[in-house]
């Protein structure tokens, strides 16, 4: 088993920043797939950003060129640093980790982009 705990989240105004971070810990593989999911009310989960265990990564449009995804694989933590925020990336956002046939979830934390 695999648990996900993330922080970072909060209220923060329109062209600001955060940081989330996710520390997994259990029963982790050497090669894994890490990531950063967003749900926005009345909408599905929409993938943001993975990040795989040798630092491959990728980018929906929508934060491209803002966010950016990092890991340190030593801590099994996972990050996802967000700049230039829009009321439009206000969601609750979630970690994945996915190994082997496996994906795990974190909890979720709530990000507002409000004035």
């Known amino acids: 088993q695999v648990q996900l705990v993330e922080s970072g989240g909060g209220l923060v105004q329109p062209g600001g920043s955060l940081r989330l971070s996710c520390a997994a810990s259990?029963?982790?593989?050497?090669?894994?797939?890490m990531g950063w999911y967003r749900q926005a009310p009345g909408n599905q989960r929409e993938l943001v950003a993975p990040?795989?265990?040798?630092?491959?990564?990728n980018y929906a449009n929508s934060v491209k060129g803002r966010f950016t995804i990092s890991r340190d694989n030593g801590k099994n933590t996972v990050y996802l640093q967000m700049n230039s925020l829009k009321p439009e990336d206000t969601a609750v956002y979630y970690c994945s980790l996915s190994q082997g046939p496996n994906t795990y979830w974190g909890q979720g934390t709530q990000v507002t982009v409000s004035s």
């Open positions: 259990g029963n982790i593989f050497t090669f894994n797939t």
């Open positions: 990040i795989t265990s040798n630092g491959s990564t």
